[in-house]
């Protein structure tokens, strides 16, 4: 059996031998027993995964849904028109709101005064720690195995309807000699209205005006707010628990909506076909053929070796396996996948080092999304891209001086620094650090030399020697020891050349003059923008922004520092960001794919002198520039123009265009 990627093409089978459990009986009867348990092998089958995380060819997850039970006289199908849809991603939740039929009761005016005229379904997540789920569909001879991101039984929510009822308007709002109906607070969801559609909005703030079923005064009110049942293992006592309940409550993640299409729908059937049947159709296809595929999507997966994790799986040690998942979870810091996956591949790779500081081969690889490594090649093309961006440090990869800001003197000291590292097998006692920083004292500054050290290395506090952030990589030197002797020879003719700079500059006395002192200022602030870079290439990924905005998101992030103008547009201006000016907004330029780049290029055309196109418009300048019609999947194209336009409805028709955001603000 083989598990691959897409769709590879199967080499390695497993025969399910036909023999049944063993048992211990012995005899005619249990012979019989023998007989009666074989389970007969029928068919063998190639299994194929399927990655729904993969950017940025496709960034989803499988979501299996328990729609409530319903008697019969109530088929499913008729709970309403599917109007919006929300998730809470880190909690995996889902919400449905549909809108009821109005028809029979419905249009009673006594009802629609006192009811809402919509319908919820609220999700609740049923985890087994123990064990994963996947989808599998047989097709053709083919097993493709889809993992299954949450189970979700949904049930009616009546919570919104309960805070309606039991909302009272403020002291003094309503008048003692007339009667007055409520209007309903800012926190009760506002229900019918907007136009819906099989797709939904994209945009909260795209819906039409809508209008709120007011609740009724007087008997209508129930006494008491509504009572919700949580399980909350550290309270003690009533106090604590709704102590625990009111903290709960501030730190809940906000639901987000999405964008939704019927089963039918056109968008529905191309993720179909483009994103789950074509690879292993594909892959089917070249192996019947003969021939080696080259779609980045079709090549053999390479299987985690760890088999401390594989085992604590299978043998059920939930607890190691707990704790091993959490060390290494889906990175907080922002630089996950799908930021890496907007990033041409040799920003990816100084973007992880960058960010490590001192990583392992094993820790860049593991980073870095997987369809770089399947499109562009294996080890030779990740470690060429090394080599442009860093050295090889004691088995591990650190940022070159240059591109760390590091200029002159400064990178004389950083470069001389990590040789010594290399040499001492990453770990440097207090009086070799002492010797460093003395050799270096009159043509550096204290700071500077200061944050040399704790980039790259953790102190230990008792003996105040220094190692290197990652230990001595091993694996890698007995995998590449030609890439190893390579830089060993490289850093020693650096040593050498920089042992015979410092005897030339001995007879320097004194400390740095002012110029020096300058050019170390002017240095520190180097380093400060590169910090930025990183920030604004993950803010420029969520989308197209302004300058101020892009401004006030870096110093949400940045609260100890202010962001100056000038260090924001010096960011922009950076090549190695490859950021564009559309108008107001800025974006990235370049994502490194060639055919999302071409299509990218038509649209930042288009929108640089025009605030609305629609997608009839754009398809038909791509053919007229390139003489093809665009072949990237409806997915692809609705991901790109999301990222710089919000999608509007104008016109008695209903068209569909595209507004560039700048344009809309205004």
């Not at 074989?38 to 060819?57: G, H």
């Not at 809108?99 to 009811?115: A, G």
């Not at 091993?474 to 390579?486: A, K, M, Y």
């Not at 665009?630 to 710089?644: G, K, N, T």
Request: proline share 6%.
């Amino acid at each position: 059996m083989e598990v691959d990627d897409g769709a590879p093409s199967a080499d390695v089978k497993e025969t399910v031998p036909a023999s049944g459990l063993p048992s211990t009986a012995t005899g005619p009867s249990a012979d019989a027993d023998m007989d009666t348990d074989d389970d007969e092998v029928v068919q063998e089958c190639d299994v194929y995964l399927n990655r729904m995380f993969d950017p940025p060819d496709f960034v989803g997850d499988m979501y299996v849904l328990q729609y409530p039970l319903r008697p019969n006289y109530r088929p499913y199908g008729d709970q309403g028109v599917l109007d919006k849809v929300e998730l809470k991603a880190k909690s995996r939740r889902l919400k449905f709101t549909y809108k009821l039929h109005q028809n029979h009761h419905y249009n009673d005016e006594d009802v629609t005064n006192k009811y809402e005229q919509r319908h919820i379904l609220s999700s609740t997540v049923v985890a087994n720690p123990t064990c994963s789920y996947a989808v599998a569909v047989i097709h053709q001879g083919r097993l493709t195995l889809t993992p299954v991101r949450a189970m979700n039984q949904l049930r009616p929510d009546f919570e919104d309807f309960e805070r309606a009822r039991t909302w009272k308007p403020p002291a003094g709002a309503a008048s003692s000699s007339a009667p007055t109906v409520p209007t309903a607070p800012a926190d009760v969801p506002q229900t019918g209205g907007g136009g819906s559609s099989d797709s939904g909005g994209e945009e909260d703030g795209q819906q039409g005006p809508s209008s709120a079923a007011a609740p009724s005064a007087g008997g209508d009110v129930i006494a008491g707010a509504p009572i919700r049942v949580e399980y909350v293992p550290t309270a003690r006592g009533p106090a604590a628990v709704a102590a625990a309940l009111n903290a709960a409550k501030g730190e809940e993640e906000p639901w987000k909506k999405l964008e939704f299409f019927d089963a039918r729908a056109d968008e529905a059937k191309d993720i179909y076909l483009q994103h789950i049947i074509w690879p292993a159709a594909a892959a089917a296809e070249a192996e019947r053929d003969g021939y080696a595929p080259d779609h980045p999507k079709l090549q053999e997966l390479q299987l985690d070796g760890d088999k401390g994790a594989f085992l604590a799986a299978m043998c059920g040690q939930s607890g190691e396996l707990r704790e091993k998942k959490k060390q290494e979870d889906t990175p907080k810091d922002g630089l996950t996948s799908f930021v890496l996956s907007k990033m041409p591949p040799e920003r990816q790779v100084e973007a992880v080092v960058r960010h490590f500081s001192v990583a392992s081969y094993a820790q860049i690889r593991k980073r870095l999304p997987p369809s770089t490594l399947r499109a562009k090649g294996g080890d030779d093309y990740l470690i060429h891209l090394l080599r442009r961006c860093a050295i090889l440090i004691a088995g591990n990869w650190v940022l070159k001086s240059e591109l760390a800001n590091f200029e002159g003197d400064e990178a004389a000291a950083r470069d001389m620094l990590l040789i010594l590292l290399h040499k001492k097998l990453g770990v440097l006692t207090r009086a070799e650090l002492l010797r460093w920083q003395e050799v270096f004292k009159k043509t550096t500054q204290p700071g500077a030399r200061n944050e040399m050290v704790k980039a790259v290395c953790v102190e230990d506090r008792n003996t105040g020697d220094v190692r290197l952030k990652s230990p001595l990589d091993q694996d890698f030197i007995r995998r590449f020891p030609t890439v190893v002797q390579e830089f060993e020879q490289s850093l020693e003719e650096g040593r050498i050349k920089l042992t015979q700079g410092i005897k030339d500059k001995a007879t320097i006395q004194g400390a740095p003059g002012t110029t020096a002192a300058q050019q170390a200022q002017a240095a520190a602030s180097a380093r400060i923008r590169a910090k930025l870079l990183g920030e604004v290439r993950e803010t420029l990924t969520m989308g197209a922004t302004t300058f101020g905005d892009l401004k006030r998101q870096l110093q949400k992030k940045n609260t100890t520092q202010a962001i100056r103008d000038e260090d924001l547009h010096a960011v922009l201006a950076m090549p190695g960001l490859e950021a564009v000016q559309v108008r107001d907004v800025w974006l990235l330029g370049r994502t490194g794919m060639e055919a999302n780049d071409k299509f990218r290029k038509i649209l930042l055309g288009l929108f640089r002198s025009r605030d609305s196109i629609s997608r009839e418009e754009i398809m038909h300048e791509y053919q007229q520039v390139y003489g093809e019609k665009c072949m990237l999947s409806d997915y692809v194209v609705r991901q790109q123009l999301r990222e710089i336009a919000d999608k509007m409805t104008t016109g008695e028709g209903g068209q569909t265009c595209y507004v560039l955001r700048s344009a809309l603000g205004k």
